[in-house]
């Protein structure tokens, strides 16, 4: 799979997450925020922001889980 293709995936998932928790991971991961940064942000505590950046991290996983079994699945066949 392609670098482009990938990177159009990731950005799927990310798009897919709930905005609460997309908000949460862009602040963290792409604007380089600390979680106190991000709840002083969001109006939210800091265990809430935790909370959230930790669903989301689930939900990625779970969907860049499933792109690599078929990249690997792929490869093997």
Same mark, same amino acid.
């Given at each position: 799979?392609?670098?482009?293709?990938?990177?159009?995936?990731?950005? @799927?998932?990310?798009? =897919?997450?709930?905005? =609460?928790?997309?908000?949460?991971?862009?602040?963290?991961?792409?604007? =380089?925020?600390?979680?106190?940064?991000?709840?002083?942000?969001?109006?939210?505590? =800091?265990?809430?922001?935790?909370?959230?950046?930790?669903?989301?991290?689930? @939900?990625? @996983?779970?969907?860049?889980?499933?792109?690599?079994?078929?990249?690997?699945?792929?490869?093997?066949?």
């Amino acid at each position: 799979m392609a670098g482009q293709e990938i990177a159009v995936l990731v950005d @799927r998932a990310i798009g =897919e997450l709930p905005a =609460e928790q997309r908000e949460v991971f862009l602040m963290r991961e792409v604007m =380089e925020m600390s979680f106190a940064e991000i709840a002083a942000q969001v109006g939210s505590s =800091e265990p809430t922001v935790k909370s959230r950046m930790r669903y989301a991290l689930q @939900r990625l @996983r779970t969907a860049l889980g499933e792109l690599h079994e078929a990249s690997t699945a792929g490869a093997t066949a």
